[in-house]
């Protein structure tokens, strides 16, 4: 089958890769373009640990066909970081020992990100419910949520 | 599969008149989990995302109109629209998480035709009409009359929703949607309830609706409740006349979410409560609307 | 933080650094098992029995073997028949799990796999794989297994533990038994009995990463393999079996973990990644999706669990009476030992029976889950503890710390509890401030306590001190859940050097001596201890070359901060890195190796206090407050610990709560997805409060218990206590469902 060719900008970068139409934009992710942070839980949409920004919007990226990302704008874990200094995000992720096993690490911070973008001060259960769709099996949640509140309290002092 | 972005309704009507094995898709919230458990997969995907009218949302001094594709985030970041219909601004947020919420779509979520889709009760009471586009153009159905049962649509292979029209909400009245889910996000409703009243002068209740989901093979309207409820004030004898008229009509199922008994019982707790809340948010609107 | 030891004024150990892995693990560049790509990898696909009992008439391969893309199509006639060649019946059962042979015995049991070289193409073929079967009766539950007419699993299964062994075959595949005492006496004693009957499904590990596997083989039978797995020295034992070749013709890579909690300490993809690599040449990748990991994988057992108990009016426990019987799933090996070991293993009690049973049926074979065993026994123990309470009005507390066992208490299972700290947990909770805070309306207030073993068993570590003065420390234990920053902490305190001076390795299984699995809560305490005992040798070493530089007697050095100094001081210090930069004139490389069979376990207890609120027209239970106090013996990464205990309460309250397995009538998992098996997410949840009690463990040289486990053991009967504190209905079934709650309220209010 002719696969399809398809533009878009990934992590500030303009990117090509070529695909089958029914491929998920994460396999896509992973397996053409070799940016394996974001993972496949379900590939279902109930686990978010495949989480990207997609025109500044997280979304999960086993839900879109990859021939959907053309002319998109991409952000993936991969480029949280800005030149290899940590977004605070994951400085409080890291400090606070939000992660265990750290498998569903890049779709939190994905998600943690979206909403302090649209929401710079949420409240306990704001952040909760924010990251209702993204699954942890290891922590309980408890030091993700401090270490977003504690992110979201350093990025408004900036 | 191959994949297609038509830009205009008229081309989406012709692609899927032409491809007897087409799926539209809005946000794919559905269809992937569908297609990953096994149904047979279309020769042809039509994202209805790239025109204009399916992904916009927009207010006169009547209605408001929904793109069909527009994603529920849209309405729920609303503050005008979320003002004007609460009910139907939370339902619609209620379809799952963040990340969902940037996809999925009140036509996507209306033509899935689950029965437990959380916007169609909300919907419903809000006399929401469709406007459905096919090869020999457009006309409009009352969201009520689209879905037929479980999976079951009344629209034509190569029809599709372009957009909701909404009036805006008449003064003093209110709307509601609730629904039971054993977790606090991420679950398919096992009860969904949405209410709409509208109150008189004297504050009693001029016009209801109730619709609940999860409870028969589409969602349903509740007359005998509606009726209990007009010309009162919503006391206690009223509200158990409400709660016992939804438990009644439901004819749900067993299965994984929840019970026959189950369903039928909260049905009517969620009836009276989702009443409530329409009634407190109408009294809000008394005259300020 | 209640420390019940006087803290012994360490420099590292107890302190909350960065993790070694984590800069890696929040830049998205970890390495998890599905991450791995290799030139010419083909994708593999694995064919799965729709059926829940069923014999395999035929397979043919022919239609995918021509496939485009396709390169290899293998079943179970491309392994040995361990069966055949007499091999232990355990390791026949690992093979037989792995790919069906004659008979498929759940649904999503594996009967064939193909290797493509491309997914979509792989996942065509398999379809295109046609199995033939001869459909038979099956049983789902211990008490369809068990009955009398039931149909058998495994034709030949004679149960054990039971003298004179049965004639006839069931599925029952063996019995335990626990007693002391006069039980008739005991109740006898007793001023109140309490007795009930409980039942809980099967719950799944619920690890966010599904397995994954890669391996490439090559012509001369050598292969690699890449895998998540909490042991891979253990996975290259079970693959060698299951393919019939030696241990060491395989080499095992252990890839990041994404999660297990027991589930990921057996195999299931690598034999099936292997064999089709040898076949095409090629590296095979295999990852299942999620519905496969539901299907075939994890769970744990459900269980049918009777409890009598009696006390007096003083609160004593005179006996106890536990019938417990265990779903092992397809094949022997239900947790049921481990439960009956727990069950009362809280409490001193004089007249007890504890049996027990573990039944094979037709679903998934369990796996490991976090103390396995221990927490169904305890929901019903603790539950039936919690009405005795309430019958002779005693506080819930107060009840626990009247039998609680302590040091010299002679455990329900054989021996005398060396120092514990049970007590301590109790007293912990007693003195939080949740313990008072007011409740709410149709708020209630629940108590819980559990008992973990914790295990020991074998472990290996190498430490390298590099020419700059830091030291790289290798072990064989995958990290899971921080025990990277454990084995740093140890180590850095140990050698004197700072934390950031370590570096913590997990080698493969050529790089460093074998280790058992990541499980059992071990890995700080045996591969800790294996750490400490290497770095011991350093600094023996290191002591040596110092007196040897300073022409000094071997005593006249000592090892302090880093550096070795003359008892004297007639002599400047000589610091690790002043002694590492001269290795080559002083002896050469710094580097020691430790292997050791753990030199004791110390037991670990956490007792729970939990406040709901019921919604008593709706019957969802909110959880609003959770504390947990747990004595960690010593916490060497207190972040860690205290992630540990949260994990475990909250996978807990998902047992508690809604997870479970449902089943069709035909025996086919109804709900194989995060959807509909529903474990909490962020916003069911509130803060889970911490009280780490340090009580240390005389046979570790820091003290430490190990934490992973006993913390998943309390919460289902915390919750449950609750429940009736909140609505007075006493909840006997798990899931503790919106729907079970509003069932037993209507039941109530008639």
């Avoid at chain 3, 397809?330 to 004089?350: E, K, R």
């Avoid at chain 3, 809604?658 to 509130?686: C, K, Q, W």
Wanted: charged share 20%; net charge negative; with cysteine.
């Amino acid at each position: 089958m002719p696969r399809t060719h398809i533009t878009t900008v990934i992590n500030g970068d303009e990117t090509e890769f070529l695909t089958e139409d029914g491929t998920s934009l994460l396999n896509a992710l992973r397996d053409e373009v070799g940016l394996t942070g974001a993972k496949e839980g379900c590939g279902t949409g109930d686990c978010g640990a495949c989480s990207i920004l997609v025109d500044d919007r997280v979304t999960c990226s086993c839900l879109m066909f990859a021939p959907e990302a053309d002319g998109t704008t991409i952000l993936t874990v991969e480029g949280l970081a800005d030149s290899g200094d940590l977004h605070p995000l994951q400085q409080c992720f890291l400090e606070g020992a939000a992660l265990q096993c750290g498998i569903c690490t890049p779709g939190f911070l994905m998600a943690a990100k979206a909403l302090l973008d649209k929401n710079p001060d949420p409240t306990e259960t704001e952040i909760r419910y924010a990251l209702a769709g993204n699954l942890c099996r290891c922590t309980g949640y408890d030091k993700i949520i401090r270490a977003v509140q504690e992110a979201a309290l350093e990025m408004r002092g900036k | 599969m191959k994949y297609v972005a038509p830009s205009s309704v008229e081309e989406a009507t012709s692609l899927l008149s032409a491809s007897p094995s087409a799926q539209v898709f809005a946000g794919a919230t559905d269809v992937v989990p569908q297609l990953r458990a096994g149904r047979p997969a279309p020769e042809l995907l039509v994202d209805l995302k790239k025109i204009e009218e399916l992904v916009s949302l927009k207010s006169d001094d009547n209605k408001w109109t929904v793109g069909a594709a527009t994603p529920t985030a849209y309405l729920t970041e609303d503050e005008a629209f979320s003002h004007e219909f609460p009910g139907l601004s939370e339902a619609a947020g209620l379809i799952g998480s963040d990340q969902i919420q940037n996809r999925s779509s009140l036509g996507g979520n209306l033509c899935n035709a689950s029965p437990a889709a959380d916007s169609v009760p909300a919907m419903v009471v809000n006399g929401v009409r469709a406007v459905v586009a096919g090869p020999s153009g457009t006309r409009v159905l009352d969201v009520s009359e689209v879905v037929t049962g479980p999976g079951q649509t009344s629209l034509d292979d190569d029809e599709f929703i372009v957009e909701f029209e909404i009036d805006n909400m008449p003064a003093r009245s209110g709307d509601a949607y609730l629904r039971m889910i054993p977790r606090t996000e991420m679950d398919i409703a096992v009860v969904g309830a949405g209410a709409r009243v509208t109150l008189a002068d004297d504050g009693s209740i001029e016009q209801a609706a109730l619709a609940l989901a999860a409870v028969a093979p589409t969602v349903i309207r509740i007359p005998d409740a509606e009726d209990a409820l007009v010309g009162t004030t919503a006391d206690d004898a009223t509200l158990d006349a409400v709660a016992a008229a939804a438990s009644e009509a439901c004819d749900p199922i067993d299965d994984k979410r929840g019970t026959v008994a189950y369903r039928k019982q909260v049905a009517g707790v969620l009836a009276k409560r989702a009443v409530l809340i329409a009634i407190e948010r109408a009294e809000q609107r008394n005259g300020t609307n | 933080m209640a420390v019940t030891e006087e803290n012994p004024g360490y420099k590292w150990v107890g302190t909350r650094p960065i993790r070694p892995d984590g800069l890696e693990k929040v830049t998205g560049k970890a390495r998890f098992g599905a991450d791995l790509v290799l030139p010419g990898m083909l994708y593999g696909k694995v064919v799965r029995s729709p059926h829940a009992h069923a014999r395999i008439l035929s397979i043919d391969t022919s239609a995918a073997e021509s496939m485009e893309g396709v390169k290899a199509v293998i079943t179970g006639d491309d392994f040995p028949d361990l069966a055949a060649n007499g091999a232990h019946p355990s390791d026949v059962d690992v093979a037989n799990n792995t790919i069906a042979r004659d008979k498929v015995l759940y649904e999503g049991h594996v009967v064939a796999a193909v290797a493509a070289i491309t997914r979509e193409q792989a996942e065509a073929a398999a379809k295109a794989v046609e199995v033939t079967y001869e459909v038979l009766p099956h049983v789902l539950t211990v008490d369809e297994a068990m009955a009398d007419d039931a149909p058998l699993l495994h034709e030949g299964m004679i149960t054990k533990g039971v003298d004179p062994a049965p004639e006839e075959p069931s599925n029952i595949a063996s019995k335990i038994l626990h007693e002391r005492g006069d039980l008739e006496q005991g109740f006898g004693e007793a001023d109140a009995v309490v007795e009930r009957e409980f039942t809980t499904k099967p719950v799944h590990q619920g690890y966010i990463e599904p397995h994954a596997a890669v391996a490439d083989s090559n012509s001369d039978g050598r292969a690699n393999i890449w895998c998540s797995s909490q042991g891979h020295f253990q996975m290259r034992a079970y693959t060698a079996t299951v393919l019939g070749v030696s241990p060491g013709t395989l080499k095992v890579t252990a890839a990041e973990i994404g999660g297990g909690f027991g589930g990921k300490t057996v195999i299931y993809l690598e034999p099936l990644a292997v064999r089709p690599s040898q076949r095409a040449g090629r590296p095979v990748k295999l990852v299942m999706d999620r519905d496969e990991v539901f299907r075939a994988t994890g769970p744990t057992s459900g269980t049918r669990i009777k409890v009598k108990m009696g006390v007096s009016k003083d609160g004593k426990i005179t006996a106890a009476e536990v019938w417990m019987a265990y779903e092992a799933g397809a094949f022997a090996g239900s947790p049921v030992g481990a439960a009956g070991m727990t069950a009362i293993a809280c409490y001193d009690i004089p007249n007890f029976v504890v049996e027990g049973y573990d039944v094979v049926c037709n679903k998934p074979r369990v796996a490991a889950y976090r103390a396995p065993g221990a927490p169904m026994a305890a929901f019903a123990v603790e539950s039936v503890l919690d009405e005795l309470a309430r019958n002779i009005e005693m506080y819930a507390i107060d009840i626990r710390l009247a039998n609680a066992a302590v040091e010299g208490t002679q455990a329900a299972y054989g021996p005398k509890f060396p120092r514990i700290g049970f007590v301590e947990t109790l007293e912990a909770i007693k003195d939080h401030p949740n313990y008072t805070t007011e409740l709410g309306p149709n708020q209630g207030r629940g108590v819980a306590a559990g008992f973990w073993f914790n295990a020991g068993m074998m472990s290996s570590a190498t430490v390298h001190v590099n020419e700059n003065g830091t030291a790289t420390v290798v072990t064989g234990s995958p990290d899971i859940g921080g025990s990277r920053q454990s084995m740093a902490l140890m180590a850095a305190e140990e050698l004197g050097i700072p934390y950031e001076s370590i570096k913590p390795v997990v080698a493969d299984t050529e790089t460093v001596g074998f280790n058992d699995v990541t499980g059992g809560s071990r890995v700080t305490l045996a591969t800790g201890a294996a750490v400490v005992d290497a770095c011991r040798l350093i600094v023996e070493d290191l002591r040596a070359r110092a007196a040897k530089t300073w022409d000094v007697e071997l005593d006249q050095v000592e090892w302090v901060d880093g550096q070795a100094q003359h008892v004297e001081g007639a002599q400047p210090p000589l610091s690790l890195n002043d002694l590492a930069a001269k290795s080559g004139r002083t002896g050469g490389p710094i580097s020691a190796n430790a292997s050791l069979n753990s030199r004791g376990v110390g037991a670990g207890f956490s007792t729970q206090l939990c406040d709901v609120e019921v919604d008593p027209e709706t019957g969802v239970t909110r959880i609003v407050r959770y504390l947990t106090a747990q004595d960690a013996g010593r916490a060497i990464s207190p972040d860690y610990v205290e992630g540990q205990m949260q994990g475990g309460v909250v996978q807990g309250i998902g047992w508690a709560l809604n997870e479970e397995y449902i089943h069709d009538t035909e025996g086919v998992m109804e709900n194989p997805s995060f959807l509909d098996y529903r474990m909490p997410v962020a916003s069911d949840l509130p803060m889970i409060d911490c009280s780490i009690v340090e009580v240390p463990n005389p046979a570790h040289p820091y003290g430490v218990r190990g934490v992973g486990e006993v913390g998943i053991v309390p919460p289902m009967a915390a919750v449950g206590n609750a429940i009736h504190d909140a609505v007075n209905v006493r909840m006997t079934e798990l899931p503790m469902s919106p729907v079970k709650v509003l069932e037993a309220l209507n039941a109530h209010d008639e």
